[in-house]
């Protein structure tokens, strides 16, 4: 029982404490009585029994009184308050050994008054010693047999005409004393447990609190914080007393998808742990977190200057670029950071700006580092407004659909034609898709764009009529919708046109998003009768996998390529590996972008013939590409 308890520190300090405020006191009354013991026997006895044993007694209770003291308790390891209360009924044994036995020789030296004393002084000692160790019963039952057990001895072997209902007196109230202390005890166990299961299960509530507290800020993944604090704390930084504004930076992995797709979740999850514990080592950030996904968030301190923050921000790319070693893998991938020093705006404005910066850093890939400028700040502005313009646009009044040939170099004829949108907010100007796609994206009205577009394009050029094919470009959107198949197969036959004169041209964007959904509806487009084509080919980081796993008919070389035609023979070298890959693998290959006849010669000794460039026809409305097919 004794050990359990000891198995609770805050057990043992209670106890050590509560012993502490009464064991100096009874070791004093110790003390105080041995010297009314001297006062009355120092004529009578010897000087050892008056002056040697009693000093002696006296000096090792006075020890015991000091080293019980309840500041001295206080301080000690609960280690070494067991260590005491382990040895204390051995030691209150002693002391109460050595005083009886002291006061039992003095007894015959003593006349009738000064034996009532001794008795008198023996029996109040014991009484007060067994109420101040009533927290130790044990020590205190030792401590009465001890003392009671001799002097009562002693006290009948001599000729006292009480001494019988002395004696029977004393060991009543000894007695009582002791059930009483005892059934004491036993209540300060019972409270003394009831308090600490009280405060344990107070700690419990309050773990658990913390642990809801944690998981309401934290990622569970990676132990950054997670958005809603990372806007928590931005908030914090924007209203800083100083007035100094944090630095905010937001940081997208490029080839993550790749990874989470190719390796699965758990290597995902690891590179992302990993990731975040390298971004949280990098200096002088306030704050970072997981935005979500594989986007992460960091607030620099605002005392450091540009110049600063963006090399801190380039060591940081270079870090995450280092491979990361899962097993016998090595994963490499890279981040795009985009950064912005925020001012007086609410955290949105500011996240729309590193945002914005964050997108160009991605547009120019592998590892990049882009701050929101000045510029910038007029794009925001100019998209903010187009924003709410497009918003409300009637798409199907201001879109227009321009088609571009494309043409087999050998013969000169189109051999098919793309279909490219264009808008008129205002009935004049005529806006390319790189000014509103994104918007159309953002806004949630791609796919009224790709409807209109499909529809008009249908109608107004029936290229199939003359032998050609008709070419659609796709958002990545678009091939990701539950209906991807059955919507575009409608709207086709609907226009009464043949699935296999529509080439569907897609980006790796979709694919990337979600590989598995976008090879499905693909899949299912192309047994209809479609035929699909992988634009912007070569710009991508993981194409030829693509390639090789994805149910396609053409691949379309982008027109990067075209430019570096005649000036890399690296670039020459890759159009030559496409070009080998598509035959391989059964696909039509198209170059785009020629726009001289120095490319379209260097574009024909690699082999490729279907091309598709200013050189052979700029993007033109339906009637005049009707014209170019009947000269
Ligand atoms: P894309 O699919 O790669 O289309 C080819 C783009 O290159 C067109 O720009 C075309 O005008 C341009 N181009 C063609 N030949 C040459 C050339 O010789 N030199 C140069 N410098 N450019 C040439 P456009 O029409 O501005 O379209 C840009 C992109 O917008 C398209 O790139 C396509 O990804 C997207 N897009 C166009 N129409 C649609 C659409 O209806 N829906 C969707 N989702 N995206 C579209
Ligand atoms: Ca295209
Ligand atoms: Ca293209």
Known sequence: MLREKWHSEAYVRAYGQHLSHRLPLIYCVVIFNALLLVWSFHRTAPPFLSVVLPTVLVFFTALR????????????????????????PQRCLMISSGFVAWALMLYSYGGDPEQDVIQYITAITCFAGILSLGQSPRTAVIM???????????????DNPNRVVVVAVQTIITVLLLLITTAYHRDFVRLERSRLELSRH??????????????????????????????????????????????????????????????????????????????????????????????????????LDDARVHAELAMLAHAIARPIRLGDLSLNLHASIGYYRCQGQSISACLERADTALYKAKDLRNGAVVAF???????????????????????????????????????????????????????RRLLSPAAFISLAEST???????????????????AWQWGCTLSINLSAHDILRDDTAEWIGGLVRKAGAPPSA?????????????????????????????????????????SLAHVHNLPLDHIKIDQ??????????????????????????????????????????AARALGLRRMQGYLFGRPAAAVESRRLLAA
């Not at 199907?396 to 490219?420: C, H, Y």
């Not at 949630?444 to 029936?462: C, D, M, Q, W, Y």
């Not at 890399?568 to 972008?593: D, F, M």
């Open 144 to 158: 009465a047999t001890a003392v009671m057990t001799p002097a009562n001895i002693v006290f009948l072997m001599h």
């Open 444 to 462: 949630g009205r791609i796919s009224e764009v790709t409807h209109v577009v499909l529809e008009k394009a249908l109608n107004e050029f029936p």
């Open 560 to 601: 990067s390529f075209a430019r570096s035609l005649n000036s890399s023979e690296n670039a020459r070298a890759i159009i030559a590996t496409i070009r080998a890959l598509s035959v391989q693998l059964g696909l039509e290959c198209t170059i785009e972008g020629i726009e001289s006849v120095e490319e379209q010669v």
């Open 373 to 427: 400028g000045e510029d910038d700040e007029r794009t925001l502005l100019e998209r903010q407004v187009m924003t709410r313009v497009f918003t409300t646009a009637d798409l199907r009044e201001q879109l227009a659909v321009v088609f571009q040939p494309i043409v087999d170099s050998d013969t000169g004829r189109p051999v098919s034609f793309e279909a490219l949108v264009r808008w008129s907010p205002d009935g």
């Open 202 to 303: 107070k700690h419990s509530i309050e773990d658990m609190a913390e642990a809801w507290r944690q998981r309401s800020i934290r990622d569970p993944l990676t132990g950054a914080w997670n958005r809603g604090r990372i806007l928590v704390l931005l908030e914090k930084g924007l209203g800083a007393a100083d007035g100094v504004r944090p630095w905010l930076a937001l940081i997208d992995l490029d080839g993550f998808k790749h990874i989470n797709d190719t390796f699965g979740h758990i290597a995902g999850d690891a590179v992302l742990t990993t990731i975040a514990e390298r971004i949280a080592r990098t200096p002088h950030i306030e704050a970072c977190g997981r935005m979500g996904g594989d986007e992460f968030a960091v607030i620099l301190r605002g005392g």
């Open 65 to 88: 009184a000091w080293h019980w003291r309840p500041a001295a308790v206080r301080r000690r390891t609960s280690a070494m308050i067991v260590h005491d209360l382990q040895r204390l």
């Open 502 to 542: 529509i080439i569907l041209e897609i980006t790796e964007t979709a694919l990337v998003r979600d590989y598995k959904r976008a090879a499905a509806n693909l899949a299912s487009l192309r047994a209809q009768g479609f035929r699909i084509a992988l634009d912007d080919f070569g710009t991508g980081q993981s």
